[in-house]
């Protein structure tokens, strides 16, 4: 089928590739309601610093840190995902020290702000350093995210094998998302695609027997788990479909998309 397909039809696929990968960063990685949350539980502190009253310091401040401790805590070891991302596949260190760097400034912005609020005898520093550095937490927080989360490109290859099983729309767009994950449950799988629970099925039994893709099924309490994974084998022709994709826009001299 490579040899007939069109230069465009290979970057519309290559497209869907990047979008199904940048659809998993998106909905595991730093969902942009964490960081407002953060930015609240920051407001909150500094609503109780202002107070100058132990009893709401010993309250509110445990409290705030509690929340912030927890909501990060789950997103690093995946307590509240259905789909772990491969972070050093897709970010790498540039990505992560990114992040970091962002919310080292906006602390660093905040702790400025109040000292300077202080400094000027602002009756409120805590309150109006922290409402600062919330909201550049919260505006630049997701825009910090976004950029440090772009798919990065596969890496070249010396062997691109186009593959016909992998390139059916449904199972690229399956394998694609698996691609940028370690593991996906079967329900984040499902909803993410628009499938429903037996179309699903069939297309991964279709990849399990291929030798794509691996089943894991395991029980959280008493209800059944169901995820899955691209097997070594998967991950080899995913990475080399895209390099035929990738091959085929190359000889047309069309860039990427």
């Keep these: 089928m490579n040899e007939y397909m069109r230069p465009d039809e290979a970057a519309d696929s290559l497209a869907e590739v990047r979008r199904r990968q940048r659809q998993l960063i998106d909905a595991v990685l730093i969902p942009g309601w964490y960081w407002w949350v953060v930015a609240a539980a920051m407001i909150a502190i500094g609503l109780a610093t202002d107070t100058r009253r132990l009893v709401v310091l010993a309250i509110v401040i445990p409290i705030a840190v509690a929340v912030i401790a927890a909501l990060t805590g789950g997103m690093i070891f995946g307590a509240y995902r259905h789909a772990r991302v491969r972070s050093r596949e897709l970010l790498g260190a540039r990505g992560a020290l990114s992040i970091v760097g962002f919310v080292w400034l906006v602390v660093g912005l905040t702790l400025g702000s109040g000292f300077a609020l202080r400094a000027a005898d602002s009756s409120a520093p805590a309150t109006i350093a922290t409402v600062i550095g919330a909201a550049a937490l919260g505006i630049g927080g997701p825009v910090a995210a976004d950029n440090a989360g772009q798919p990065r490109r596969n890496r070249p290859l010396t062997r691109a094998r186009f ?10 767009a399956i394998v694609s998302l698996l691609a940028a994950a370690d593991w996906a449950d079967f329900k984040f799988i499902r909803d993410e695609v628009g499938l429903s629970d037996s179309a699903l099925s069939k297309q991964l039994t279709t990849l399990q027997e291929a030798g794509y893709v691996e089943i894991r099924k395991a029980f959280i309490g008493k209800r059944p788990r169901t995820s899955a994974r691209l097997s ?3 991950r080899a022709a995913f990475e080399m479909h895209v390099a035929a994709l990738q091959q085929i826009i190359d000889r047309s001299g069309a860039p990427l998309p």
Excluded: C, S, V, Y
């Design 232 to 234: 070594k084998a998967g």
């Design 163 to 172: 593959d016909e099983l992998i390139h059916a729309p449904t199972r690229l």
